[in-house]
């Protein structure tokens, strides 16, 4: 990511350079090429930003999930550090709406069976005890629990091991 976030920066630095070599060195124009150079570096520092952070497509041990309408996205992170994947939900229209519900109910199903083949758990960090309950209550058929290490709200399912079937004992006829 600094890498990324260094290409904007310089090439701002290198068009006021120039914007000031070209100029008659009016101190107005140059004030006006400065804040324009300035605003322009950091326009592109957010955008480059927004789009390496929030969706983390930068990384190659996260995989990104769209809703069908396109209004939510769910960031899936492989941390082999904790033993676990870490979820986690952005709604991108429109804020406040229950969008991320949506996609987490149409995820479920196909998550947990990956994640139960994988036997590995998962893990999601939640705003606040507000949606960390929410989290609970939409998946309290799952056995989610609520967990404050590494976050102080956070909520993991954890895959029950497979029930182990012993082979019937061999009858011995005489």
């Not at 070209?22 to 592109?44: K, N, T, Y």
Request: hydrophobic share 50%.
């Amino acid at each position: 990511m600094r890498v990324a976030m260094l290409a904007p920066l310089v090439a701002g630095a290198i068009w006021l350079l120039m914007i000031g070599l070209i100029e008659d060195w009016d101190p107005r124009l140059m004030f006006a090429d400065f804040v324009i150079g300035a605003s322009v570096m950091l326009l592109a520092v957010v955008a480059v930003t927004v789009v390496v952070q929030v969706f983390d497509a930068h990384r190659s041990d996260r995989r990104i999930y769209m809703s069908e309408k396109r209004k939510a996205v769910i960031t899936l992170m492989d941390r082999p550090d904790h033993g676990w994947w870490e979820f986690s939900n952005h709604v991108v229209k429109t804020v406040g709406c229950h969008c991320g519900e949506e996609l987490r109910d149409a995820m479920s199903v196909p998550l947990q069976a990956a994640a139960t083949a994988a036997g590995i758990s998962i893990y999601g960090k939640a705003a606040n005890e507000k949606v960390q309950n929410l989290y609970i209550e939409q998946f309290k058929t799952w056995g989610l629990e609520k967990i404050d290490k590494p976050h102080k709200y956070g909520v993991i399912w954890r895959p029950k091991p497979a029930a182990s079937v012993d082979p019937e004992p061999e009858t011995i006829t005489p």
